[in-house]
């Protein structure tokens, strides 16, 4: 509840804040209609995509938080990056640059002191560099091998004087070569899950049914002829809201779930005599153990079913999977 922050603060803030936006989004739309005047930046993409170590991002102050994050975001996206924090680097850090890298270097100036001791002894190395500066005409932008321009008229800061509308634009297009790249390098979304195993999407796209599936024992299953009681207590005990029918060479045969003794209710009147091969679903959904969880996800919504059993490449029963068992396992 706002108390001393009175309505025509608020007010203010609000139109600071648009203001702040409008800026950076103008500064972005400039750098779009930039990017078409010259060569540069696929000049700058094929020495990426040709880069045979890493791409080096290297940058200080608020610079520098950028480059982290365009490191980041590359390394993500399937091109090999690091971070290099220019003034360890001439204290030993720059032992991290190899021949084969690529180094993209970033200062709003282009005349960064820290930049400037890190960048012969780079060029030295024969290591291809990429400038991302404010002034073409600046030191490192003419020493470099592309220069990509991400000149800003102003930035957001009413000052005009904290880097904000500038590191938006050097953000985004750290972002779009990135992007530029992942297309550029055929990288896909199991990639991605590879270099994410802890997020949702690794989750989904690495799980595989063998990760998530009940074994052994815990997996219900009865011969064909046996009673439909027996079938109920198996099912009872193990849990699954079903049980597998599964012949003598333990190959699954059928399966018998809850939803299908209650409608067997309705038509029988005595369960003492009634065997399983008789009321049971013939021919059962079935996977593999190295399929992706993901698979039995779809296969279960397709066909509208809980339960699905897991058989090996000779189609005998190896284990079983209930939709709870991908919830637990976050898979959806």
Do not use: W
């Amino acid at each position: 509840m706002l108390t001393s922050f009175d309505a025509a603060k608020a007010q203010r803030a609000l139109e600071l804040a648009r203001d702040a936006l409008q800026i950076e989004g103008e500064a972005i739309r400039k750098l779009t209609e930039r990017l078409g005047q010259d060569d540069s930046v696929p000049r700058a993409v094929a020495l990426m995509e040709a880069c045979k170590g890493r791409v080096v991002v290297s940058g200080i102050g608020k610079s520098g938080h950028i480059a982290r994050k365009i490191a980041a975001t590359l390394a993500s996206t399937g091109t090999p990056a690091l971070f290099l924090h220019p003034a360890e680097a001439a204290h030993g850090d720059l032992g991290m640059v190899t021949p084969q890298d690529v180094l993209i270097a970033i200062s709003y100036s282009g005349e960064s002191s820290e930049l400037a001791v890190v960048i012969p002894a780079v060029k030295r190395m024969g290591v291809p560099v990429i400038a991302m500066t404010g002034k073409p005409e600046s030191r490192l932008a003419t020493i470099a091998d592309v220069h990509l321009d991400v000149s800003v008229e102003k930035e957001a800061c009413p000052l005009n004087l904290a880097p904000t509308a500038s590191t938006t634009v050097t953000l985004a297009l750290g972002d779009a070569l990135a992007v530029a790249l992942l297309e550029l390098r055929g990288f896909k979304s199991e990639d991605f899950a590879l270099s994410h195993p802890g997020g949702a999407l690794g989750r989904r796209l690495l799980t595989r049914v063998l990760d998530v599936m009940r074994s052994g024992d815990a997996v219900p299953k009865v011969a064909p002829d046996a009673l439909l009681l027996d079938a109920l207590l198996e099912i009872s005990n193990k849990g699954m809201g079903m049980t597998a029918v599964v012949d003598a060479d333990g190959r699954p045969v059928g399966v018998f779930t809850d939803g299908d003794l209650r409608r067997l209710i309705a038509k029988v009147q005595d369960f003492s005599k009634v065997v399983i091969r008789d009321v049971m679903h013939a021919d059962p959904r079935r996977i593999h153990p190295e399929q992706l969880a993901v698979d039995a996800v779809a296969v279960m919504e397709e066909f509208r079913i809980n339960q699905m059993l897991v058989v090996d490449a000779d189609d005998k029963l190896v284990g079983a999977l209930h939709i709870h068992d991908l919830t637990r396992a976050k898979v959806i």
